[in-house]
């Protein structure tokens, strides 16, 4: 499994990101953003980490995408 570290500010709705070592999708309140900065699922983190997952063609791997 690939993951890149990224701020949470530039998640998107439908991204998978790696929290304790637990996958989680990213939905509308996930990620709120305040006078404490940006909170994901009640985590104050400066980095998460991306899932992305292999896109195929002809069944070779053409790259690597954050949403399926």
Same mark, same amino acid.
């Given at each position: 499994m690939?993951?890149?570290k990224?701020?949470?500010?530039?998640?998107?709705?439908?991204?998978?990101?790696?929290?304790?070592?637990?996958?989680?999708?990213?939905?509308?309140?996930t990620?709120?953003? @305040?006078?404490? @900065?940006?909170?994901?699922?009640?985590?104050?983190?400066?980095?998460?980490?991306?899932?992305?997952?292999?896109?195929?063609?002809?069944?070779?791997?053409?790259?690597?995408?954050?949403?399926?």
């Open positions: 690939k993951t890149r990224i701020h949470p500010a530039d998640l998107n709705v439908g991204d998978t990101i790696l929290i304790n070592g637990e996958m989680k999708t990213v939905g509308p309140n990620v709120k953003t @305040g006078f404490f @900065g940006t909170l994901v699922d009640d985590h104050r983190l400066a980095q998460v980490e991306q899932v992305l997952f292999p896109k195929w063609f002809q069944g070779e791997i053409t790259g690597y995408h954050a949403q399926v």
